[in-house]
């Protein structure tokens, strides 16, 4: 007797595109590498199918990603809107795992008739009608390399080059643990299209402003090394960017600047808003997990990378952040 057919995971989220005329697409605000290169990767897909489709942002897109706005050459609706220029029957959401993460379009997505999620970030629940939720994939453009497939489009250049960089961004050059195979196997597909690897890799991580170089040098002045050694945790204010002339968009690369330094396994840095609140971003080389350490400070994300959004001073927000650091780096040295 044959094992009954498992059912194919994308069925629902591919019926609800095809069923759908008008989509926008959206990501988590503070937008990375994954989720710009998802977005577009997945619209790039939906406009071959004759679907009217747009990402709405609420933030701008960060400096070293700039290059990917670059679609001047399409005709209709530009790639990135900041407002609605349809209604939208589909709203899709991917790298995006909280609904808070897209507040201020939070009023477009519910008056969709259709919410999809495709995310890998770790999530308690779904705030869509059907979801694809993998922890586990290293990226969320490996999912929508799949979802791409399952539609049947015909993956070309801009495509290929939208899903690497989704990759490339999310596995730090595929030097993170969370790299597999699948990583390098569905990287090898995509430089069958003519993807121009070398040109991106540079674009994103060897072309820095002078502003920038400042801001890293100046966050290893700020920072603060505890847990005996094993701790690293810096900030950058509003004000202090303006000081040194740099935009909140070049904040992203300082994270990898603290995590390069040898001995660290946890680093944690926090960047002022405009509101006052703070983001914090963490990441682990060792055993220990800061999505355990985002929890506690009402965020979250992935066992080696994960943040929160703190509502508190700066001094309140470092003493919080290194109270819960140092609690789960006790935790994984008592179990390890």
Same mark, same amino acid.
């Given at each position: 007797?044959?094992?009954?057919?498992?059912?194919?995971?994308?069925?629902?989220?591919?019926?609800?595109?095809?069923?759908?005329?008008?989509?926008?697409?959206?990501?988590?605000?503070?937008?990375?590498?994954?989720?710009?290169?998802?977005?577009?990767?997945?619209?790039?897909?939906?406009?071959?199918?004759?679907?009217?489709?747009?990402?709405?942002?609420?933030?701008?897109?960060?400096?070293?990603?700039?290059?990917?706005?670059?679609?001047?050459?399409?005709?209709?609706?530009?790639?990135?809107? @900041?407002?609605?220029?349809?209604?939208?029957?589909?709203?899709?959401?991917?790298?995006?795992?909280?609904?808070? @993460?897209?507040? %201020?379009?939070?009023?477009?997505?519910?008056?969709?008739?259709?919410?999809?999620?495709?995310?890998?970030?770790?999530?308690?629940?779904?705030?869509?009608?059907?979801?694809?939720?993998?922890?586990?994939?290293?990226?969320?453009?490996?999912?929508?390399?799949?979802?791409?497939?399952?539609?049947?489009?015909?993956?070309?250049?801009?495509?290929?080059?939208?899903?690497?960089?989704?990759?490339?961004?999310?596995?730090?050059?595929?030097?993170?643990?969370?790299?597999?195979?699948?990583?390098?196997?569905?990287?090898?597909?995509?430089?069958?299209?003519?993807?121009?690897?070398?040109?991106?890799?540079?674009?994103?991580? !060897?072309?820095?402003?002078?502003?920038?170089?400042?801001?890293?040098?100046?966050?290893?002045?700020?920072?603060?090394?505890?847990? !005996?050694? %094993?701790?690293?945790?810096?900030?950058?204010?509003?004000?202090?960017?303006?000081?040194?002339?740099?935009?909140? !968009?070049?904040?992203?690369?300082?994270?990898?600047?603290?995590?390069?330094?040898?001995?660290?396994?946890?680093?944690?840095?926090?960047?002022?808003?405009?509101?006052?609140?703070?983001?914090?971003?963490?990441?682990? %080389?060792?055993?220990?997990?800061?999505?355990?350490?985002?929890?506690?400070?009402?965020?979250?994300?992935?066992?080696?990378?994960?943040?929160?959004?703190?509502?508190?001073?700066?001094?309140?927000?470092?003493? @919080?952040?290194?109270?819960?650091?140092?609690?789960?780096?006790? @935790?994984?040295?008592?179990?390890?």
């Amino acid at each position: 007797m044959q094992a009954p057919k498992q059912m194919n995971k994308w069925t629902d989220i591919v019926n609800c595109i095809k069923e759908a005329g008008r989509v926008v697409i959206m990501t988590h605000t503070n937008m990375d590498g994954d989720a710009i290169g998802s977005a577009l990767a997945l619209c790039h897909a939906l406009r071959s199918l004759g679907k009217r489709c747009v990402i709405l942002i609420e933030d701008d897109i960060p400096g070293y990603l700039k290059f990917m706005h670059d679609h001047s050459g399409h005709e209709g609706d530009p790639f990135f809107v @900041r407002s609605m220029p349809f209604e939208p029957e589909l709203a899709l959401v991917v790298d995006c795992g909280d609904s808070g @993460r897209i507040e %201020k379009r939070l009023a477009v997505f519910e008056s969709c008739r259709t919410k999809v999620c495709v995310d890998h970030h770790m999530q308690v629940g779904s705030f869509a009608d059907h979801s694809v939720i993998e922890p586990e994939a290293s990226a969320t453009g490996l999912l929508v390399y799949e979802l791409i497939k399952e539609l049947g489009v015909t993956i070309n250049k801009e495509i290929a080059e939208d899903l690497y960089v989704a990759i490339l961004t999310d596995t730090g050059c595929f030097k993170y643990s969370n790299t597999t195979a699948e990583c390098h196997i569905v990287t090898a597909e995509l430089y069958k299209y003519g993807i121009e690897h070398e040109k991106l890799a540079t674009l994103i991580y !060897d072309t820095l402003d002078m502003a920038q170089i400042k801001l890293e040098a100046a966050i290893v002045d700020w920072m603060e090394v505890f847990a !005996d050694g %094993k701790a690293v945790i810096s900030y950058v204010t509003q004000e202090q960017l303006k000081k040194l002339g740099a935009s909140y !968009d070049m904040t992203g690369s300082c994270i990898d600047v603290l995590r390069k330094i040898a001995g660290v396994e946890v680093c944690a840095f926090l960047k002022e808003h405009e509101d006052g609140s703070y983001k914090l971003s963490l990441r682990s %080389k060792g055993a220990a997990d800061v999505n355990r350490v985002a929890v506690k400070l009402g965020g979250g994300g992935h066992v080696k990378a994960s943040g929160a959004t703190l509502e508190v001073s700066l001094p309140d927000a470092i003493s @919080r952040t290194k109270a819960a650091v140092e609690d789960e780096l006790a @935790r994984s040295l008592k179990n390890g």
